[in-house]
């Protein structure tokens, strides 16, 4: 008895891969980013980078509904939850200084650009204020100084 391939279009690939990603991903805070990387500034469509092919649409709506879901989770977690989560992904990085990288959120503040466009008022101001706490209580735990103006 033959075996016939799944017959996948470009919107099953597509949702697939970023499916197969984000499930390699251990935290939720992780995800949030892993996400928000997939939007572009420019338009706010959600590409898959490395790829020039543009996302179908039902495809680039799954992943901004998914942006939403795993945000609107994180904005319920405790503070203590949310370091936690962070923590695991610093962890994950690896390669990177953990002080560097306080140091560089600190400066950036990279973290407001993970808010889906779809979220506005007390739920993007909360995540603003929760995660300023909590860079707070990191940049004590890794000895960051006050970040440079000038960096």
Known sequence: ???????????????????????HIKSSYGRLVYLASLRNPDNGRYEHYGSEMTLPAV??????????????????????????????????????????????????????NLVPATIQGPERQKHISDFEVILGLLKNVYGVASPSPDA
Not at 1 to 23: A, F, Y
Not at 65 to 92: C, M, N, P, S
């Open 1 to 23: 008895m033959s075996r016939q391939k799944p017959n996948l279009n470009s919107r099953d690939i597509s949702s697939e891969t970023q499916l197969r990603e984000l499930s």
């Open 59 to 112: 495809v680039n709506k799954q992943l901004g509904q998914l942006h939403e879901k795993i945000f609107r989770e994180w904005v319920t977690f405790t503070l203590e939850r949310k370091k936690a989560d962070i923590e695991l992904y610093i962890a994950g990085i690896g390669l990177v200084d953990p002080a560097e990288l306080i140091d560089a959120w600190l400066r950036l503040t990279p973290y407001m």
